[in-house]
């Protein structure tokens, strides 16, 4: 099987949307069921089902705002400082949720 891949700047695609020129068919996208939608992925090689343990294990990406200072403070502490602040949010979560023992 020969493949046709092709690659467009955003601009081009841009372009091309305003031209009219998707190739997408969004009247049929419209008016897909969840049931035309299965049944496309059931015959899709590429396709896999997610599972609820995908899920489970995934990683969310959240808009995080920080002040100049926080940033360059988080970056001068580590080259990830997206695993620095992993860490930095999993003590605090760990420390709130553990257990308190009871005053003696």
Same mark, same amino acid.
């Not at 099987?1 to 690659?7: H, T, Y």
């Not at 969840?34 to 059931?42: G, L, P, R, S, V």
């Not at 257990?99 to 009871?102: A, K, L």
């Given at each position: !099987?020969? =493949?046709?891949?092709?690659?467009y700047t955003s601009e081009e695609l841009a #372009? !091309? /949307? #305003? /031209?009219g020129e998707s190739g997408t068919d969004w009247q049929r996208v419209k008016t897909s069921t969840? %049931?035309?939608?299965? #049944? %496309?992925? %059931?015959t899709d090689p590429d396709s896999e089902e997610i599972t609820d343990e995908d899920w489970q294990n %995934?990683? $969310?990406?959240?808009? $995080? =705002?920080l002040e100049p200072e926080m940033m360059a403070w988080l970056q001068a502490q580590s080259e990830n400082y997206q695993d620095h602040i992993q860490r930095l949010v999993r003590e605090e979560m760990q420390q709130k949720s553990a257990?308190?023992?009871?005053p003696q």
């Open positions: !099987m020969s =493949e046709n891949i092709v690659s #372009a !091309m /949307r #305003a /031209r969840d %049931a035309d939608i299965k #049944a %496309a992925m %059931a %995934a990683i $969310l990406t959240v808009p $995080l =705002e257990p308190h023992s009871s």
